[in-house]
């Protein structure tokens, strides 16, 4: 398997643009996390999926963040509008039954 | 509320040397316990793992980790660290009762030595 695959690796915006980040869980795990980390909070969890289903978004900073998961093998995480200090690493990770994780390579977005 | 503390923001240790990176948790039932690395622009890797049983657990790359339920802790240990483990190392506890969502220390950033 080729492990949780995340795209883009980089990404620079415009304050204001909206931004799509997107993962690829690994196949046949039902949990599906997206974290972010910056210097200031380290890593915190924004969503959580179970089987598709967002299970805990508390962690979702604002109504600017969104995520979806269509389908087993798919899910995006939106901002819009995005602002600088949305700058950031943002890390999707998959686990079976909710327990250790395995993480992408991130995306580092950059919001000018 | 759920919270993980390693104290040690940054450590140096020789090549060839021991190491030991100390975690402490705070979490009211038996937790699921990591450790995981993450070298520079990569993502975090997992280490190993503590569920239950036997509380020394042995991971990747040489490290173990021993839980301590009395003190709190999970510390991670390497008998003989190599230059390719500088890394910065996160201990993180698991809630098995939110899906197995992971609280993250703040990090230990590793430097080795020649």
């Known amino acids: 398997d080729a492990g949780v695959i995340q795209s883009p690796r980089h990404e620079v915006t415009e304050m204001g643009q909206e931004v799509t980040l997107r993962c690829k869980p690994i196949s046949g795990h039902d949990y599906l996390f997206w974290y972010r980390q910056t210097m200031m909070r380290g890593l915190e969890l924004l969503i959580y999926?179970?089987?598709?289903?967002?299970?805990?978004d508390s962690g979702m900073p604002e109504d600017r963040f969104s995520a979806k998961m269509p389908n087993a093998s798919f899910s995006t995480l939106k901002i819009q509008p995005s602002e600088p200090r949305d700058s950031a690493v943002y890390f999707c990770?998959?686990?079976?039954?909710?327990?250790?994780?395995?993480f992408g390579q991130g995306t580092r977005l950059t919001v000018v | 509320a759920q919270s993980v503390t390693q104290p040690d923001i940054h450590i140096t240790v020789s090549e060839g040397a021991s190491l030991e990176l100390r975690c402490n948790y705070s979490?009211?039932?038996?937790?699921?316990l990591f450790w995981y690395v993450q070298s520079p622009g990569q993502g975090l890797q997992l280490l190993l793992k503590?569920?239950?049983?036997?509380?020394l657990v042995q991971g990747i790359k040489g490290f173990e980790a021993e839980f301590k339920r009395s003190q709190s802790s999970f510390n991670l240990r390497k008998p003989s660290v190599h230059w390719s483990d500088a890394a910065e190392y996160f201990c993180a506890v698991g809630l098995h009762n939110q899906g197995g969502k992971l609280i993250f220390g703040q990090g230990t950033e590793l430097s080795v030595k020649p």
């Open positions: 979490y009211g039932a038996t937790p699921y």
């Open positions: 990770a998959s686990s079976l039954s909710g327990v250790g994780a395995f």
């Open positions: 999926f179970n089987n598709n289903v967002p299970i805990d």
């Open positions: 503590y569920f239950s049983g036997d509380t």
